[in-house]
């Protein structure tokens, strides 16, 4: 049996606290960049390394997300923006494959992304995400899943983020603490669960 490649674009979460007011298009903006850049990296990683699909997760809907449903407000999900990318990029959407599962956190993904590697009989897996989530990918794929089936963790190297300088904006300051809060999680064995009640 060949080896089996499958590539896997994380929906990241960036629509956390966000009130239906004008700053929900900014994080909207942020998100669909963040989907492009991805996307592009994973037609590149396709390209370079074909691979037969591009699997996608989708995230837990969240209290503003139903909130907006309530008041008739559209929400793009990041999963959208993700195969909308892929498919303007050439993928074609039968190689575009969403989990049916949703995911509130890295854990979460990590354990459906193991479990469908699994039932395809796959050997490894390409993770694209951020640039600052990357060890923490790593990390949290070695402690729950191991050494096989394989993961490389590849991020978006056209993602607007400088580890030299990432103290002096707020954003990157807020993703590395968040990654470094992360990872310790992953070191102690999980202690800190997300907020299932929100499911």
Request: with cysteine; charged share 30%; net charge positive.
């Amino acid at each position: 049996m060949g080896a089996s490649r499958k590539e896997i674009l994380s929906s990241e979460k960036t629509f956390s606290g966000a009130q239906p007011t004008a700053r929900t298009s900014v994080r909207a903006r942020e998100r669909a960049k963040r989907a492009l850049v991805l996307a592009l990296v994973a037609v590149l990683i396709a390209i370079l390394a074909p691979c037969p699909e591009v699997w996608l997760t989708k995230e837990v809907r969240s209290p503003e997300e139903t909130a907006l449903d309530r008041l008739g407000v559209a929400v793009i999900r990041g999963e959208g923006y993700n195969r909308e990318v892929l498919e303007h990029l050439g993928v074609p959407p039968s190689a575009v494959r969403l989990l049916s599962d949703p995911v509130q956190n890295t854990v979460d993904e990590v354990r459906l992304i193991a479990g469908e590697l699994g039932r395809d009989r796959g050997d490894r897996v390409i993770l694209v995400t951020s640039k600052t989530h990357t060890r923490r990918v790593r990390a949290t794929w070695s402690a729950i899943v191991g050494a096989a089936p394989r993961a490389v963790v590849r991020y978006a190297v056209e993602e607007p983020y400088h580890p030299g300088s990432w103290w002096r904006n707020t954003r990157d300051a807020l993703d590395v603490s968040r990654e470094v809060f992360g990872l310790m999680n992953v070191w102690v064995g999980f202690p800190v669960q997300p907020d299932r009640r929100r499911e």
